[in-house]
């Protein structure tokens, strides 16, 4: 870490180590020290940014969580819906080495905000504005024709949400459930899903 960067890039810095020690070491075994040696700085200086342990924890979660949602904001909105919603899901998904390290950083950090308000209150906005985004796709997907107008969409959205959610897990604790499964899964559900608007 430089000696003169900015504020907020000693901060990305700082919560790139604890990501980085957090996947090796677990969320309860990770200390100040423990991410002050991987960042190549000072306990003190983490401290600077991050009075407590918990302060870091919080920041950490909010930053994993921030990583996901830029990458789903960068899939472009291309007809038809039904590949737009799967690209969309693709990106939760741990497809590849280092989304498979980030997942299990992430699956430590919701169980932390099973204890911790903050925490939780940055689980459920990213909950809510995948929902949301997911909603919306739906909705488009109606005025196209590609889903049955009577769906609540809503409720097809949050099934969604919560069934890729069922699908990072097993990845994470099935080791034969492997990248190449959990994106034949995903395809399966939403191939269902949008089958039943084929042909309006």
């Not at 900015?6 to 810095?13: C, K």
């Amino acid at each position: 870490m430089t000696q003169h960067a900015d504020p907020e890039t000693r901060r990305t810095q700082v919560a790139e180590a604890l990501l980085a020690t957090v996947a090796e070491r677990g969320l309860a075994r990770t200390t100040l020290t423990d991410v002050a040696a991987a960042a190549g700085v000072s306990v003190g200086l983490v401290q600077r940014y991050f009075r407590t342990k918990d302060e870091l924890l919080r920041f950490g979660f909010d930053y994993v969580c921030r990583r996901t949602q830029e990458r789903v904001r960068r899939v472009p909105i291309v007809p038809p819906v039904r590949e737009v919603v799967v690209a969309l899901m693709e990106q939760i998904l741990p497809l590849e080495p280092e989304r498979e390290n980030e997942l299990g950083v992430w699956l430590s950090f919701v169980q932390a905000s099973l204890t911790d308000r903050e925490m939780a209150a940055t689980h459920q906005a990213g909950v809510t504005e995948l929902i949301d985004g997911l909603t919306e796709a739906f909705e488009g997907a109606q005025r196209a024709g590609e889903l049955d107008l009577d769906l609540d969409v809503r409720a097809e959205a949050a099934a969604l949400a919560a069934f890729v959610d069922g699908l990072c897990l097993h990845h994470a604790t099935t080791s034969s459930f492997d990248a190449a499964s959990s994106r034949a899964a995903l395809r399966a559900y939403v191939d269902r899903m949008f089958g039943r608007g084929e042909g309006r």
